[in-house]
């Protein structure tokens, strides 16, 4: 017989979720989303979004897995009410880790091979060293490679199990992590563009801030936290006993920010203090920070704990994206652990290789891009809209009180979750298709 495999410890599952959190968003995107909409008052706006939409999802999405101990498919199919298939909802967030591993999977290829460079060091004129990433990117073979180790890794991990795998996985990467970012803001702080820096990230400059700089927050801070696409529903399955679902949202959201914010201390004091705009686009840690570290006494080592860092937050985060699709194979057809990894990392890696080629294209936008736009701009905010919908109005308070506890923290987390959080969405939504 079949039984769920669980978390062996609060601990490891704070980790294990911190781990899908922290990724390629909150090192790569933030700081340059920050960068672009004005330092700190951008930073204020994001940090009203981690609470009045971030927390109070992920609450949800936490909810949904421990009380149903299923897969966002039969998550859904659970709480469901009615005749509305709500399993549908499940069922692209199936879809939309599928969609994201895949193209993730191949920008965690280039930061090996830029790890793998680092070891050997920088060197050369500016041209040279960003043709690197040029080179790279016309290389299909070579991306289809790093592609490949990257979805083998992360399938080796996960064939392991919940327990052994993913949450053995995070016990090491993360606090890995946590030691090279300390390391990295140190040497940050050593730097004479960090008062420069410190400047931008504290004073708010709201001439920068647009309307669409609040759409961006929310969004940027929806996949930061790895929301909705089931992610944390599915970890939450693995949760049992007596837990404090709201203290774990708030930790999980917590150190999320922080880290996000702690890269910015990293990099923006190597960008200021070789004079360069703080908004350099998604180029940044590819063909910039690669110059500058190649110029810096020191870079040699500073690159490969950088790269290093990113390398271990995109991996549990890879980990995340594709638990959701075994999870749901493993649920939904009882196959073996082993089996629902092979199948779905093989799919995955499939449709990666469109990602990998990066001329192949759909009317001019690469796979890559075309991807990250479905999943990230539509998918995952129509995915948290639907969630909390259910949430809000197809579960009665009782349930919800029963497992979240009814003092007045919860209850107002609960509220935002029911009619803040879809409004925030609803408008996020309705801008990324265009209506205004
Ligand atoms: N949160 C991850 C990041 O910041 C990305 C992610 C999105 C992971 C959705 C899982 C699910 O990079």
């Not at 949800?60 to 709480?79: C, D, H, M, T, W």
């Not at 999980?252 to 923006?268: H, Q």
Request: hydrophobic fraction near 50%; glycine fraction near 10%.
């Amino acid at each position: 017989m079949y039984s769920r495999d669980h978390w062996k410890s609060k601990l490891g599952f704070i980790l294990a979720a911190v781990g899908s959190a922290v990724g390629l968003g909150n090192i790569w995107k933030f700081p340059y989303v920050v960068g672009k909409n004005g330092g700190s008052a951008f930073i204020a706006i994001y940090l009203a979004c981690v609470i009045l939409v971030g927390i109070p999802i992920l609450i949800v999405e936490i909810y949904l897995g421990k009380k149903s101990q299923l897969n966002p498919v039969g998550a859904f199919r659970f709480f469901q009410k009615g005749k509305v298939p709500f399993s549908l909802i499940g069922y692209a967030g199936v879809l939309c880790g599928i969609i994201i591993l895949s193209y993730y999977s191949v920008i965690t290829g280039w930061i090996c091979h830029y790890l793998m460079l680092s070891f050997r060091g920088f060197s050369g004129s500016e041209t040279e060293i960003s043709e690197i990433f040029t080179a790279l990117n016309a290389n299909p073979w070579l991306n289809i490679a790093w592609h490949t180790f990257v979805m083998a890794a992360v399938m080796m991990i996960l064939a392991k199990g919940v327990r052994k795998g993913i949450e053995a996985a995070s016990k090491i990467l993360m606090p890995m992590l946590g030691v090279l970012l300390l390391v990295l803001v140190c040497y940050s702080l050593t730097l004479d563009g960090m008062k420069e820096a410190w400047r931008f990230l504290t004073y708010p400059d709201f001439s920068r801030v647009t309307g669409s700089s609040f759409l961006e927050a929310l969004g940027t801070s929806f996949f930061t936290l790895s929301l909705g696409m089931g992610a944390m529903i599915t970890y939450g399955s693995y949760l049992k006993g007596e837990v404090n679902i709201t203290k774990s949202a708030v930790q999980i959201a917590s150190i999320d920010t922080l880290i996000a914010f702690l890269s910015g201390i990293v990099i923006f004091p190597i960008v200021f203090t070789n004079n360069l705009e703080p908004s350099a686009g998604p180029g940044l840690i590819f063909k910039t920070l690669p110059v500058l570290f190649s110029k810096m006494p020191g870079g040699h080592i500073v690159s490969i704990a950088f790269f290093a860092l990113v390398l271990f937050a995109a991996i549990t985060s890879a980990i995340s994206l594709l638990e959701v699709a075994t999870s749901f194979m493993v649920d939904e057809y009882k196959c073996s652990r082993t089996k629902a990894v092979l199948i779905m990392g093989t799919v995955i890696w499939l449709l990666g290789i469109l990602s990998a080629v990066s001329y192949w294209n759909v009317a001019g936008t690469p796979f890559l891009d075309l991807f990250d736009k479905i999943a990230s701009c539509y998918m995952l905010p129509l995915g948290g809209l639907c969630s909390a919908l259910v949430f809000g109005w197809a579960i009665s308070k009782k349930q919800k009180y029963s497992e979240i506890g009814s003092k007045p923290i919860n209850k107002i987390l609960l509220f935002a979750a029911k009619y803040i959080s879809p409004v925030l969405l609803l408008l996020v939504f309705i801008k990324e298709i265009g209506l205004f």
